[in-house]
């Protein structure tokens, strides 16, 4: 036990010192000040902290492993694609958002809030079509992050049953189910796969910087939200933007994080459905 905490002890300094690591959590907390800047409110800061929480159980429990592998056949044309696929998605967020067309509710209604549009083009373009492109290139479903390992699911676990209890308690429990369903289909699996399995790795193989990888992915992320978040009820774009890249990007940067360590989508799937069906 004292040589676990010395090394993580000694992990941690390494870690404080590392300059890119530095870097990339000042732009990462950017947003949150000038958040707290235009609100004056320490409330806005809680999900940070959830936030950074998440991030620090990750680093503990996984610091001392290597990060898994990952073989890829053509990086550069597939993060092309991965690219191409999320900057149709945004367009067809403003397009939805600012009434151009009308997505029926397939019946519906409002069951899952305002994500009851966006399950079934969701999963066919962020899911269905990058799922049938590495089929292709002769990826198998391991290689694309459907892993059963072990050690994955045992550190995704316990955050999976933190945020069901929490749902379970401050929802009643049909509608939390219903709403875990729709957002497992309508955001977990679709976005963790497009976001992570997909963009995220093939970042870190032409990169070879894996955080760098993790905070350019979930940059993404956040833009992709951007449409929905002023289709919404912000009066003004810089709280729109503030909210994209505050809690939503800090969000997939965590996840993104986790994936990092873990390469297991569907259990990072299960964790993000239980944040927006919980929280």
């Not at 989508?265 to 993000?272: A, P, R």
């Amino acid at each position: 036990m004292r040589s676990f905490f010395k090394d993580t002890w000694l992990d941690l300094r390494s870690l404080v010192q590392n300059r890119e690591a530095l870097i990339i959590a000042a732009l990462t907390l950017l947003p949150w000040l000038l958040l707290f800047l235009q609100n004056r409110d320490l409330n806005s800061l809680q999900s940070l902290i959830w936030i950074l929480g998440f991030i620090a159980f990750f680093w503990l429990i996984s610091h001392r492993r290597s990060l898994p592998p990952s073989h890829l056949r053509r990086p550069r044309l597939e993060l092309v694609v991965a690219l191409a696929l999320a900057g149709l998605w945004i367009l067809y967020r403003v397009g939805e958002y600012w009434h151009w067309y009308t997505i029926p509710t397939l019946g519906l209604g409002n069951s899952c809030g305002p994500i009851s549009e966006t399950p079934i083009p969701k999963m066919i373009e962020m899911f269905l079509v990058p799922v049938l492109f590495l089929l292709a290139l002769k990826y198998s479903f391991k290689a694309m992050g459907f892993s059963f390992d072990k050690f994955s699911w045992l550190a995704l676990f316990l955050p999976i049953i933190v945020l069901v209890v929490y749902g379970l308690i401050t929802h009643p429990l049909r509608s939390f189910v219903v709403s875990s369903a729709c957002y497992f289909f309508g955001a977990g699996l679709p976005e963790e796969f497009l976001y992570r399995a997909f963009i995220q790795t093939r970042l870190e193989a032409i990169l070879h910087r894996p955080l760098w990888a993790v905070w350019l992915a979930s940059f993404v992320f956040g833009l992709s939200h951007v449409p929905i978040d002023l289709g919404g009820s912000f009066v003004h774009w810089q709280d729109a933007l503030l909210t994209a890249f505050t809690y939503q990007m800090a969000v997939g940067f965590a996840l993104g994080y986790a994936y990092m360590r873990t390469r297991n989508v569907l259990g990072l799937s299960l964790v993000h459905t239980f944040i927006d069906a919980a929280i």
